[in-house]
Nanobody, 121 residues
Framework: VQLQASGGGLVQAGGSLRLSCAAS????????MGWYRQAPGKQRELVAM???????NYADSVKGRFTISADNAKNTVYLQMNSLKPEDTAVYYC????????????????WGQGTLVTVSS
């Protein structure tokens, strides 16, 4: 299973970016997909997650500004980021949680390679 993320870049404060992440390979089921981020010198933190049933969970710091969505048929997750702040600067990592590659396989998590988001003040 591979996760390919795209959409990062440089944007001014108050601007918007949209991240995309597509999971490919032998996939039987995915319980949820989401985004984490890691700023320099800080631990990786959850940004937003969406379950296969479309339940969402957001970090308090992004509520009202970021929106996560998914296309389950395409195993793709999106993160629309509006009203970006300099403190949103980080490498954003896509995650696919509780993935089964066959009906009998164990569940495991997969990570994408990360995409850099830089917000200038």
């Amino acid at each position: 299973v591979q996760l390919q993320a795209s959409g990062g870049g440089l944007v001014q404060a108050g601007g918007s970016l949209r991240l995309s992440c597509a999971a490919s390979g032998s996939i039987f089921s995915i319980n949820g997909m989401g985004w984490y981020r890691q700023a320099p010198g800080k631990q990786r933190e959850l940004v937003a997650m969406i379950s296969s049933g479309a339940s969402t969970n957001y970090a308090d710091s992004v509520k009202g500004r970021f929106t996560i969505s998914a296309d389950n048929a395409k195993n793709t997750v999106y993160l629309q980021m509006n009203s970006l702040k300099p403190e949103d600067t980080a490498v954003y990592y896509c995650n696919a949680d509780s993935v089964k590659i066959t009906s009998r396989s164990i569940r495991r998590s997969y990570w994408g390679q990360g995409t850099l988001v830089t917000v200038s003040s």
